[in-house]
């Protein structure tokens, strides 16, 4: 174990180091991610105080960089709108680790968890397929229930409607899933395009958005509800097609299924640094050439990259998870992983509230910077219940709405 957590701590590094060069890589967060791998080795100890010592280098440093150009923005002239797309360029950057990542993760733990309740049928002498085909029609309304809060529509809706992919699929072999998945990742539409045979029109036109910010902007609870509902959802699935997700979401879900199946996250952490290392060379291949790539290839290569960085994040994590320190760090997040359900739809609900013009409407007068601060007080705060909350109960409540709603005789 000491030998991995040195390889993989070495590459922190120097992907850290080339962030030195690369304005895309965070370089000083990684590299403080490499020497804490390199502490929990027995070949390298460092104290507390320098532990904390460097991470509040790096805070200072990230703060810096983020913060600098809009601070110069203002102090060498710049206009006020200037001085506030710095800002937005702040929130955004620190954003960019996880963009269009954390919905390959969920794509993922779709598949994986699947399996995990086919597993559970069959021991019982069952089969979950028949049940799973009515837990994605509940699923469609909790979607479309965020969606009534969330101008932007619900990806879980393209979940509920192409996890009818894996029904059939459920009791293939390993080979041929990892068949299936190939064909449905390799993006196929987007390839087709790239030799001049339009599969697909564009779906998304620039009005569907403008007409929700229009509905929105009015303040008027009701309409608000079914106008997110209807072009919000209609919206958000053309959007999936056009960007190349309507394919690559199941393609992603049996990878999920491949995994659980295989008891993957159960493997040593051989098998997870091989993982590591192949997803580090293939998001930095696939970013290098998305940056000059165009229309249909860019959509391949940033659905490529995308995928291959978040196969960087789950290998890391895992790796790390299997470090009796770091478990201990990070074992408070099962309890809001227990009920993201209630926490992701309640935190659309709760955000309405405080920035939409028919409740509070304090988007126009937060600004980015505190609303992001209001984002991270909600999270705080619904870590909070959710530790509360499962003192008393096996789980949270939409998560509790859903399982019976499934296993409604």
């Known amino acids: 174990m000491d030998i991995l957590f040195i390889i993989i701590g070495i590459l922190c590094l120097l992907t850290g180091l080339a962030g030195c060069f690369l304005p895309v890589i965070p370089g000083p967060p990684v590299a403080y991610a490499g020497l ?20 509040l280098l790096v805070i200072i440093l990230q703060v810096l960089d983020y913060f600098i150009p809009m601070l110069g923005s203002k102090y060498s002239g710049g206009t006020r709108w200037g001085t506030r797309g710095c800002l937005a360029g702040t929130i955004i950057g620190l954003f960019f680790i996880f963009a269009g990542k954390s919905y390959t993760v969920f794509a993922l733990l779709f598949g994986f968890t699947f399996i995990v309740q086919q597993r559970n049928q069959e021991a019982k002498g069952g089969d979950f397929g028949g049940r799973f085909v009515w837990r994605l029609v509940i699923l469609m ?35 041929n899933l990892l068949l299936i998945a190939s064909l449905f990742l390799i993006q196929p539409i987007e390839l087709l395009e790239c030799f001049g045979i339009d599969f697909i029109p564009t779906l998304l036109n620039d009005t569907y958005y ?38 690559q979401a199941p393609g992603l879900f049996i990878l999920g299924m491949i995994l659980a199946r295989g008891d993957y996250f159960s493997c040593g952490a051989g098998f997870w640094v091989k993982t590591f290392v192949g997803s580090f060379i293939a998001s930095f291949l696939f970013y290098v050439a998305k940056t000059s790539a165009v229309d249909a290839l860019q959509i391949i290569l940033t659905m490529w990259y995308n995928m291959a960085f978040t196969g960087m994040l789950v290998s890391m994590f895992v790796i790390l998870y299997q470090n009796d320190v770091f478990g201990r760090m990070t074992d408070g997040l099962r309890f809001y992983g227990r009920m993201s359900l209630t ?32 984002g991270l007080g909600v999270m705080s705060a619904q870590i909070w219940f959710c530790r509360r909350w499962l003192r008393t109960h096996r789980q949270g409540p939409l998560e509790a709405v859903w399982h019976r709603l499934t296993w409604l005789k």
Do not use: C, E
């Open 36 to 55: 804490l791998l390199l502490h929990f080795t027995d070949k390298v100890q460092y104290s507390t105080t320098q532990l904390l010592l460097w991470l």
């Open 141 to 175: 309304f909790f979607a479309t229930l965020n969606a009534a809060f969330f101008p932007g529509g619900d990806v879980l809706l393209l979940f509920a409607i192409m996890g009818f992919v894996m029904i059939p699929l459920r009791k293939l072999s390993q080979r």
């Open 210 to 247: 403008p007409t929700l910010k229009t509905v929105i902007d009015s303040g008027n609870f009701w309409d608000m509800i079914v106008a997110n509902a209807g072009i919000g959802q209609l919206a958000s699935l053309f959007w999936a097609v056009d960007t190349g997700r309507l394919l």
């Open 343 to 374: 926490n992701y739809i309640s935190q659309s609900i709760i955000g309405s509230l405080i920035f939409f013009p028919y409740a509070l409407g304090l988007a126009s007068t937060l600004g980015i910077a505190w609303s992001f601060v209001v």
